[in-house]
């Protein structure tokens, strides 16, 4: 599991390992591995010309010192020193292996540019004379790398407020930091590679976390020998209506090839014919009046997929959330607990899967406040409305009481698509009737579920039932059979 961490936390471990360490130890550690990845970066270093863009902190120092191992190595290094104060032992070993104090000039024609103007400390935007030449790296040809964090990024939450640097690659230091794994942060971030600097012992529970495909293979539930399809999970779906027939179509197919035992879709007349038609697995229960009496007996409900909004469908979801089983609510099922909160006072769990204006709904929050600290108002939304969010979007991110938000790493922009969410409730609610908790379901129902949007897409744009076709390869892809 890749985790992450916040700058405090990394500051923390940092002061710990400094004190049993030499001064000067982590930065030469640091400086090292930076200088590494961008020798391999520029392939042929002797010749090559390299700006350091150097701040007043550590990260300046780190710059310089990796500036002067490439200029040892030919390279033709010039820094342009941004900050009020510069790293005196740094600027010295640079000067002494060739390398020379330069103006923005040098930027052009620069075949790599290393960020080092802030760090990990550093929040809101951006002031000048950093603004500018951020602005001014970004639109030189030479690719960037950033040290340990994009100038301009939040390294605890992935916020960018104004300017900020848009690395090719982006070299951390000791453990990933938060914001590298979060949009927008993430965006800037590039490539990101970890250099190991000894902080492990010293590091607190992670912030963040990512699963790999380990992790993955190792939760999803397989059948054995003596399984049926009872036993394999049994997924109630209240989705569909007369307006909005193939949500219900898309859920079911999701459902279905994610590994459900049994589905059993209910909803009226004419999402029921689609279903049919389409998925003639499924158990289908055509309902004349908003009631799941005679439904027979699931071990988890996806409820909401173009259900619609009026009191028929209040009525239905009434019903479902009433059950004693995990309810995963998504679409419509959301507009409808976020009129009516009293549909959530229910001791069974809930997995809530909205993007940022359905949460902004159902907390109240502004939608770009959401956009801008994805992290902030999905933990905040988990503990407010007692339930595990999936806060869908260019970042997926889980969470769940005071456990680490889960991000996901998968996942493409052509999955941009009417009916993909459709997909995953369906995804996620099959691993839910299978017996996985909210937070591990949701996690990996969001990992199959981008993986497969990748596998479809190919670089090509995709339809939403093309996604719900790719799962079961994304689900080989990840036990690697």
């Known amino acids: 599991m890749r985790t992450a961490y916040t ?3 990394i500051r923390g471990a940092e002061h710990e390992l400094m004190a049993r360490l030499p001064e000067g130890t982590l930065m030469q550690r640091a400086a090292t591995g930076l200088a590494a990845v961008c ?12 700006v350091l863009l150097v701040g007043s902190g550590d990260n300046g120092g780190d710059a310089l010192y990796a500036g002067e191992r490439l200029a040892r190595r030919g390279a033709l290094v010039g820094a342009i020193l941004a900050g ?9 070993a640079f000067r002494q292996a060739g390398g020379r104090v330069a103006d923005r000039a040098f930027l052009e024609g620069a075949d790599l540019i290393i960020d080092g103007l802030v760090g990990i400390g550093a929040s ?3 002031r000048e004379p950093y603004r500018e030449l951020v602005e001014e790296a970004n639109a030189a040809r030479g690719p960037i790398v950033a040290v340990d964090v994009p100038s301009g990024v939040d390294a605890s939450s992935g916020r960018v407020d104004g300017a900020a640097v848009r690395a090719r690659v982006t070299v951390t230091m000791g453990a990933y930091k938060t914001g590298l794994l979060v949009d927008p942060g993430a965006e800037h971030a590039g490539r990101v590679e970890l250099v190991d600097i000894g902080l492990g012992a010293y590091l607190p529970d992670p912030d963040v976390a990512a699963l790999t495909p380990a992790d993955v293979d190792v939760l999803l539930p397989r059948p054995g020998k003596e399984s049926d399809k009872y036993r394999r999970g049994v997924l109630g779906v209240a ?3 007369d307006l909005f027939t193939g949500a219900a179509v898309l859920a079911v197919g999701g459902a279905l090839r994610a590994g459900a035992g049994m589905v059993r879709y209910v909803g ?8 049919r038609s389409h998925w003639p697995e499924a158990v289908v229960t055509e309902l004349d009046r908003p009631s799941i009496d005679d439904v027979g007996r699931v071990q988890a409900w996806v409820l909401g997929p173009g259900l619609g909004t009026g009191d028929w469908a209040h009525e239905l979801a009434a019903g479902v959330l009433a059950s004693n089983v995990p309810v995963l609510i998504d679409a419509d099922g959301l507009t409808l607990v976020a009129r009516d909160r009293a549909l959530l006072r229910r001791s069974a769990p809930v997995l809530v899967t909205p993007h940022a204006g359905e949460l902004a709904r159902l907390t109240g929050a502004d939608r770009d406040d959401i956009e801008a600290a994805r992290l902030e108002h999905a933990r905040r939304a988990a503990g407010e409305l007692g339930v595990t969010v999936l806060l869908k979007g260019s970042t997926t991110v889980v969470a769940e009481d005071s456990r680490p938000v889960r991000v996901n790493a998968t996942g493409t922009s052509w999955l941009a698509t009417g009916g993909t969410g459709d997909v995953l409730s369906g995804v996620a609610g099959a691993l839910l009737a299978q017996g996985l908790g909210c937070y591990d379901a949701a996690s990996c129902g969001a990992y199959l579920h981008g993986l497969a949007g990748r596998l479809a897409a190919d670089g090509a744009p995709l339809a939403a039932a093309d996604v719900a076709t790719a799962i079961p390869a994304a689900i080989r892809a990840v036990s690697g059979t």
């Open 7 to 9: 700058a405090d936390q």
């Open 39 to 50: 020798a391999d970066l520029l392939g042929r270093v002797y010749g090559k010309r390299v």
């Open 84 to 92: 009020s104060k510069t790293h005196e032992a740094g600027l010295a």
């Open 124 to 126: 809101g935007a951006l």
């Open 239 to 241: 989705a569909g209506s």
């Open 268 to 275: 009226p007349s004419a999402p029921v014919a689609q279903v």
